[in-house]
C-alpha cells in the first residue's frame, strides 16, 4: 500500500484531517502500515458519515468509519490520551501536503494505547529520532 496514493483517493480537503499512528510511521519510512487512521474535523466527519459510502461501526459508544483500508476515528481522546483534531493539525508534520500526527504526539498516543505492538513501535520512532 502506497500510503500517498490511498490518501490522494480519499480526494478529502487535506487541511480537515490528519493521519495518526502508523500512518506516520509509513510516511517517514520507519515500516509499512497495514491501514490508514484518520481523525477528521467535525465538519467533515459528518459530511463523510452522511455521505453513505462509509461503513459505519460503533466501538467505546463512538462510531467509526471505514472504507478499504482506510478508517476514520471519531476523535483521538481515550482515559489515558486526549487532543483534539485542531490540535493535531496545527502541530502535524506535514508531508506530501497531508498532516500526519507529529512523533511526539504519536509516541504519547501509543503509549496510551499500550499494546505490545505500540511499545514495538515507540522502540522504532526512538531509534528514528535519534538517527536524525
Known sequence: ???FEE???LDLPADQFVVVGSGTMDAL???SAQDIDIVAIPELNKKIRESGEWKEDE???KIFLSKGNVE???DVSWDA???TVQELIDTA???DG???MNLDELVKFKTALGREKDMNDIKLIEDYKNQK
Open 7 to 9: 490518501l490522494h483517493k
Open 1 to 3: 500500500m502506497n500510503i
Open 81 to 83: 490520551y486526549s487532543a
Open 29 to 31: 519510512g520507519m515500516r
Open 93 to 95: 508534520l506535514v508531508i
Open 59 to 61: 466501538r467505546y459508544g
Open 72 to 74: 476514520i476515528l471519531p
Open 98 to 100: 497531508f498532516n500526519f
